[in-house]
């Protein structure tokens, strides 16, 4: 069965810092590409951060560039994104997704991160 499960998500103070872990199983992680989206209420999702495994190469959006970090532990077939100095427009449920060209998408269920003002 194939599964991605985000943890990590909770209520933190403004300034704070979170750890998000996006866990997978049931597909071959590493021809996959990781990305983390979030969607606040009322709002699209966006992108949040992205990783290649087959390079390590990441992207980040503009809003958490400097902040946010997104790395991989393929032998635990685990994406992390590392969120610093969280401000209050950072609450939403995040996501993680695999990508690969060709191959079917992965979604997972999404991690609630509440930040207070």
């Known amino acids: 069965e194939v599964q991605l499960v985000e943890s990590g998500g909770g209520l933190v103070q403004a300034g704070g810092s979170l750890r998000l872990s996006c866990a997978a199983s049931g597909f071959t992680f590493d021809d996959y590409d990781i990305g983390w989206f979030r969607q606040a209420p009322g709002q699209e999702r966006e992108g949040v951060a992205s990783?290649?495994?087959?390079?390590?190469?990441?992207y980040y959006a503009d809003s958490v560039k400097g902040r946010f970090t997104v790395s991989s532990d393929n032998a635990k077939n685990t994406v992390y994104l590392q969120m610093n100095s969280l401000k209050s427009e950072d609450t939403a449920v995040y996501s993680c997704k695999a990508v690969q060209m060709g191959r079917p998408v992965y979604w997972g269920q999404g991690t609630q991160v509440t930040v207070s003002s």
């Open positions: 990783i290649t495994n087959s390079d390590g190469s990441t």
